[in-house]
């Protein structure tokens, strides 16, 4: 499986910002997507995923009610929608993936696009 993110930039802060991550080489449709990031400094840290069926989505709690996970079949692409950014969202994003579901744990995770950088100035 390949993972290619994009859409990463520098903006102020409360602006908006969609990530994109398009998959290859397997079924979209047998991946749980996920997004991650890291900020200088910090652990890698779970921002939010998305069953395979496109029916469920979690997001830890610091993004709740501003970032939104999607996912077209049609594209093979899963979209982070990034509204009301904070100077504290600044990190590489990630995309990720696996054929199973849904987990916070970077670990279990098999497959990694090349990361985003989000710089969000206040």
């Known amino acids: 499986v390949q993972l290619q993110a994009s859409g990463g930039g520098l903006v102020q802060a409360g602006v908006s910002l969609r990530l994109s991550c398009a998959a290859s080489g397997r079924t979209f449709s047998t991946l749980t997507m996920s997004w991650f990031r890291q900020a200088p400094g910090k652990e890698r840290e779970f921002v939010a995923a998305?069953?395979?069926?496109?029916?469920?989505?979690y997001y830890t709690d610091s993004v709740k009610g501003r970032f939104t996970i999607s996912r077209d079949y049609a594209k093979n692409t899963v979209y982070l929608q990034m509204n009301s950014l904070e100077p504290e969202d600044t990190a590489v994003y990630y995309c990720a993936a696996r054929a199973s579901i849904a987990t916070i744990r970077s670990i279990e995770y098999a497959y990694w696009g090349q990361g985003t950088l989000v710089t969000v100035s206040s």
């Open positions: 998305i069953s395979r069926s496109g029916g469920s989505t």
